[in-house]
């Protein structure tokens, strides 16, 4: 079968240690070999970017005898069954002068690209378990790298242009599990990944939503960072309920804005609710957002999908006022850093404060604006797609849940008793 030739020095790191771990648990080494060869490799690899074949000799000699250890049994294995190089091979298996402040050690012995001894070869991985038992090999070698497997993965969330929302949930999700997990991730992690996700449910209480997030997050590591996408193929997600969204009656909408005394913030639940917006997407509108010869405003949505809402008379007025008083802003909603827009925390304290204000039982954060907003326009007879392009929802799916809680509808129908009732009472004037 062909192989795809790596593109960038990071991609040939990715590709050899994946090849490398294969043949490691192929063999079935024990787990302390496993690591330092895994942790000579990668470190070998780091230094010397690129394909591993055309290494120059003398930069391999020279990482061989920089090291505390003799690591030469790791990369023997590696240009024999991975990267498969004789002349490689040959110079490893040369005497290897170790350097203490020479950057050029010297091999002693001539070089020769002749295949190396098969006898020398086993005797030297035999020579590698002695030391293993006798723990020569150091606690640093040893230990994973986390940090490294977490810049790893930020790299290939950032390569797919993700959400900064989904790269810190991700990383959180991923680093915690590595701390639980405190070795080099295998292809042979299944049950410990179960394992973690039933510690998450049962363990930490976390809902099944939040559980099943987190093994999306393990489950994109092991697909696209360890290369390992057979660990996750059979990882079940959790069966999640379905909560109906928590929403206002038009009533108290206009009891939690008419509390608020502060006109931006104001401004800012009026549009979050007359605009059906996400917390993130209120805090990124911009002055050029609004399409004032259309009537339109432009949204910047979520997986970085643009769409367009209507500019309501309503709120064209309340915006010009706004932008009269202050102008030059960059945001539409600035604190007071110039420039720099609302923090998400200070939008919810101001959703907060105008609830309790209106003494309005908070049903849920700024969001439940959103879902209120959805609510009452299919109350009004707007069609189920028309809320699904206003809301910017990928599938319609995701906006029919708002068909379970619209009361409008729900409030036209009588219960089975009324017919007993008047049944009854049609029997017995």
């Not at 996750?232 to 804005?257: F, T």
């Not at 006022?321 to 925390?345: A, I, M, V």
Request: aromatic share 6%.
């Amino acid at each position: 079968m062909t192989e795809t030739k790596p593109l960038t020095n990071f991609d040939w790191q990715k590709f050899w240690l994946s090849k490398s771990s294969e043949e490691i648990e192929k063999r079935k080494l024990s787990q302390a070999f496993s690591r330092f060869h895994y942790a000579i490799i990668n470190k070998y690899l780091s230094e010397n970017p690129g394909n591993p074949k055309t290494i120059k000799i003398e930069n391999l000699v020279s990482f061989v005898s920089k090291q505390k250890n003799d690591v030469r049994q790791p990369l023997v294995l590696f240009y024999e069954t991975v990267a498969c190089s004789q002349k490689h091979l040959a110079a490893l298996n040369q005497p290897i002068v170790p350097s203490q402040q020479s950057s050029q050690p010297a091999i002693v012995g001539k070089k020769t690209d002749a295949a190396p001894d098969q006898k020398t070869v086993l005797e030297k991985r035999d020579d590698a378990r002695q030391q293993e038992e006798a723990h020569c090999v150091t606690p640093e070698i040893l230990t994973f790298d986390k940090d490294l497997w977490v810049s790893r993965l930020s790299n290939e969330i950032s390569v797919r242009n993700y959400s900064d929302r989904t790269k810190v949930t991700y990383i959180r999700a991923v680093s915690h599990y590595l701390d639980k997990s405190g070795k080099t991730p295998s292809s042979n992690d299944q049950d410990f990944i179960k394992a973690h996700l039933l510690r998450l449910k049962e363990g930490a209480g976390h809902s099944a939503r939040t559980v099943n997030l987190a093994a999306a997050a393990i489950s994109f590591f092991y697909r696209h960072v360890v290369a390992k996408p057979a660990v996750v193929d059979a990882i079940p997600r959790m069966k999640a309920g379905k909560d109906l969204p928590e929403v206002y009656g038009q009533g108290d909408v206009r009891k939690i804005l008419d509390s608020v005394t502060n006109q931006k913030h104001k401004l800012l639940l009026m549009i979050t609710y007359g605009c059906g917006l996400r917390l993130a997407e209120v805090i990124a509108l911009r002055p050029t957002h609004l399409h004032w010869d259309r009537g339109m405003i432009r949204i910047h949505g979520k997986g970085s999908k643009d769409r367009e809402v209507p500019l309501d008379t309503y709120l064209a007025g309340p915006i010009r006022k706004h932008l009269e008083d202050n102008p030059g802003l960059k945001f539409l909603f600035e604190g007071s850093e110039k420039g720099q827009p609302y923090p998400p925390r200070t939008v919810q304290k101001i959703y907060d404060n105008a609830c309790k204000k209106a003494k309005i039982q908070r049903r849920g954060g700024i969001h439940t604006l959103r879902h209120s907003f959805a609510t009452h326009l299919l109350e009004q007879g707007v069609n189920l797609r028309q809320i699904q392009v206003l809301l910017g929802h990928s599938s319609i799916k995701t906006t029919q849940i708002y068909t379970h809680v619209s009361q409008e509808e729900i409030a036209k129908i009588r219960s089975p008793i009324a017919s007993i009732m008047s049944l009854k009472k049609d029997c017995h004037p």
